[in-house]
């Protein structure tokens, strides 16, 4: 049995995960900002740090995988919360966490992303940009000309810039090279507190509805667990970087013609780079 962190533990998918895994026997040690093993702030760079020290207390330095799900929905009057603990609260205990994955053997990691990464049109690249750089005030300076619709960017941005930050680490020599498998689940409308909140603004509740859902009606939060609890175990030891849409069908409806995408013209010169880069690490002597 293993030592899991779930952040987001006492609410909706993150609640459900915490809930499975200590179900199949696992150690959970829960984060949240109330009623959790370990009560933090995740929108403070001291509460960041103060959640990932005691997850190193709990956890004896060897952690077998971890579940970030503590997040906001893109609720107008909150995009400053909603950057730094969409963003901030993940990337940031993940790595004061790593040494610990690293310590375990085959540890895995779901970040909870989100279908708003590919279907929220004209999200800003510089507040996305801006984030990955670690800049805030920047982010959400970049979403202010969308005046009443800056929370749904930059709620959409905070988790296209997560999960490029986690297909980035994903495959480096830190991550995939130390034995650790970093994915992202994008969940589409789960039935969570989070989406009832949301339902509860008819404006919102509108927008919501009017969404197109292939399957239709809302995700199952304890479906969703299910998902990510497979993510951690053994049956993923090869997926790496990954992004698992579990939307009813939302980002296949609207990407269907543009994804997969051929590698285009201006991408070859970045691609032939790390492709020889690769080649020649690969043959270098003591090279595995
Ligand atoms: P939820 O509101 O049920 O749970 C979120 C949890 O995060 C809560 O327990 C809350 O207390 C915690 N949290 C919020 N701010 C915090 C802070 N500052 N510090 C510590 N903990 C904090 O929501 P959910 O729907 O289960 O969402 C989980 C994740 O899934 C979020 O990242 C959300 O953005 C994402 N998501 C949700 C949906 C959806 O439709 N429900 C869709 C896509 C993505």
New binding site residues.
């Given amino acids: 049995m293993g030592t899991y962190v779930v952040?987001?533990?006492?609410?909706?998918?993150?609640?459900?995960a915490a809930e499975k895994l200590r179900a199949a026997g696992h150690t959970v040690i829960g984060?949240?900002?109330?009623?959790?093993d370990v009560m933090?702030?995740?929108?403070?760079h001291i509460?960041r740090r103060a959640?990932a020290q005691a997850t190193l207390d709990a956890c004896g330095g060897i952690l077998d995988g971890a579940v970030?799900?503590?997040?906001?929905?893109p609720i107008p009057g909150r995009q400053r919360?909603i950057a730094?603990?969409?963003y901030f609260?993940?990337v940031d205990v993940l790595t004061v966490l790593r040494p610990a994955l690293a310590r375990a053997v085959n540890a895995k990691v779901v970040v909870?992303?989100?279908?708003?990464t590919t279907t929220t049109p004209l999200v800003p690249r510089r507040a996305i940009r801006a984030l990955l750089a670690g800049d805030v005030d920047k982010a959400l300076g970049a979403v202010r000309i969308f005046g009443s619709r800056s929370a749904p960017m930059i709620?959409a941005a905070s988790?296209i810039a997560l999960s490029r930050w986690v297909r980035r680490h994903a495959v480096t020599g830190e991550w995939a090279g130390a034995g650790i498998r970093l994915n992202a689940i994008?969940?589409?409308?789960?039935?969570?507190?989070?989406?009832a909140?949301?339902l509860a603004n008819p404006a919102e509740a509108k927008a919501i509805k009017a969404f197109p859902v292939p399957v239709g009606g809302?995700?199952d939060?304890g479906q969703l667990a299910d998902w990510m609890v497979f993510m951690l175990s053994d049956a993923a030891d090869f997926l790496c970087g990954s992004m698992i849409f579990v939307?009813g069908g939302s980002d296949a409806y609207f990407r269907a013609e543009s994804w997969p995408a051929a590698v285009p013209v201006w991408g070859l010169p970045r691609y032939l780079v790390k492709f020889l880069s690769n080649m020649r690490s690969r043959s270098s002597p003591g090279a595995t």
């Fill in positions: 952040t987001g533990s006492a609410s909706g998918m993150g609640r459900q984060i949240d900002i109330r009623d959790a933090a702030d995740l929108s403070t509460g959640a970030l799900a503590a997040g906001l929905g919360l730094q603990v969409n609260g993940v909870i992303a989100s279908n708003s709620y988790k994008a969940p589409g409308a789960i039935m969570t507190p989070l989406l909140e949301q809302y995700g939060a939307d």
